[in-house]
Structure formats: structure tokens, C-alpha cells
């Protein structure tokens, strides 16, 4: 008799239902703007469907097939919590993992506790969950910056971050001799960092540290890929067959030729999709110039 395991969901599947979780959330929003201003119309211009079958004292049965038409490309904030969940799961490439920054934090954390947590009919948003995809995505995320810029963390924080339980973590806390302060308890930076470094589930932030502070997030990519590939700039020039002189001072941040062929054989090299690569690349190339 075989054993049947459940394995955890993957990255994308979680940005996945993060943002099927954000569709819920957009259309709370809508239900607010019928509430306060009665102008169905209003709300429809805001989230680009028909709210024919919406009121505010019901919702239709297939109201998650009907949210699935909501256009997420037309939101700003979905872009922000696709960054959020690369930076949170720290998954992707460089330039995605590090792409997350002060400005997508000020926004989220005013989202996290200021979007609405109803909708129609009195349904629930994800934000009501704890466990929602979309909740501890954010959490998760605005606790890595928190984590950053030394400010203390609480105890779903680091369990978030750490990838274990909040009962887990009041275990490992007190065994370490680490004691708590305020309410709701918090942890200091200068005690949270060494702590979750010791926790298999967690994965640091990647950071710019020296020289790479100054890198473009192209070269960052690129240097990262060549330490997670273990490979030499050397081995690069031979298996991708490009220029030595182009690749040495593309490294160097100098100006080079946007050789889209060049890119993609680097790409290919590299064993990441050349055309999405390209795409990046040209653009941060042409920024630079």
C-alpha cells in the first residue's frame, strides 16, 4: 500500500492564487464604491466587468468564475504583489527576488490594513484569512523589509519567514534562551536575523553587498546565475560563443551593443527562457545608455 504524500505548492502556484485572491479583494472594493457613492456604473468602470448579477444582498453562484475576467494588467497592485511574492518566497531570478522595494512597502502595508474585508452579500475577502494565500504573501514580504531595516518582528513574522508554526517558534524562542517584549511579543532585528539563519526553512534575502551594490539588476542577474550554475565568465564566452571583449564589459556596466542574438545565446548558456531574457536585458541596456 503506497503512502500519498502532499507536496507544498510551488512559487507560481502561490502568486497564482495570491492574485485569484486579489480578484476578491478588487471586487470588495467595487462593493464599496456602490455603497458609498450608488453608482453601479462606477464600480463596473472600476473593475472592468458587469456587476449585472452583483447586489448588495447576494452573489451570484459562479462568482469566482465571473471574478476570473477581471483584468489584472489593468491594476498596479497586481504587479506589486507579484513582486511581493518573489521578494517574499525569495524565488525567481536576481532581478526578481531584489525587485521589491520601499515604495511597493508603503503600499502594501496601507492595502494589507485598508482594503476591504467584505464584499458583496457580506462575503468574506481573502484578507480575512491568515492562512490566504494573499495575506501571508504580504506578511510574509512586508516582514522581510521589516527584517532589513532592523525593525523587530512578531511571532507570525517569524513564522512566516521561517516556515514553521507560531508554537514552533515560542519553542525554539524559549530554548534559545531569546526572551520577547511588548504586545503583541516582538523579537529585535539584531535577535531575529541570527535565529531564522539557524531555521532550515528559511531563505535569507538576497542582498547587494560591495561591488554589487552598484550593479545593474542585468548584471546581478547574470553573476547570480553564474555562481547558482557554477560557472566562470570563462565558461560563459565558450558555451554561449559570444564576444569576450562585449561580455567583459557588459559585466563591467560599460556601454555595449544591444545584440539580441548575443543575449539569447547567453540566455540559452545560462539555461533560462532567451527570449524573456532578452526582453529584460535590451531594456535595462538601453537605460543605461
Known sequence: MSRRTTSAPSA??????????????????????????????QAETFLGISLEDFSLGSMPGDADTQLRNIDLSRFWIARQIERACSFALQTGTATERAAFDEDDWNDLAIFLEGAPRTSFAGELTALVHADSALRRTLEMALARMKLMHGAALTIRELSLLAGIGETAVRTSLSADGIKTEGKPARVSAELADPWLLRRRGFVPTLQLEGETEAASPLILEIRTLL?????????????????????TELLSGDPVACDVERLCRLASALGIDPAAFAGRAVEALLKAR
Open 12 to 41: 507560481d502556484e502561490i502568486m497564482g492564487e495570491a492574485l485569484n485572491d486579489l480578484r476578491g479583494v478588487l471586487l470588495g472594493i467595487a462593493c464599496q464604491i456602490v455603497v458609498t457613492s450608488g453608482d453601479d456604473e
Open 227 to 247: 555562481t547558482e550554475r557554477q560557472m566562470e565568465v570563462e565558461d560563459l564566452i565558450a558555451k554561449a560563443e559570444v564576444d569576450a571583449t562585449w561580455l
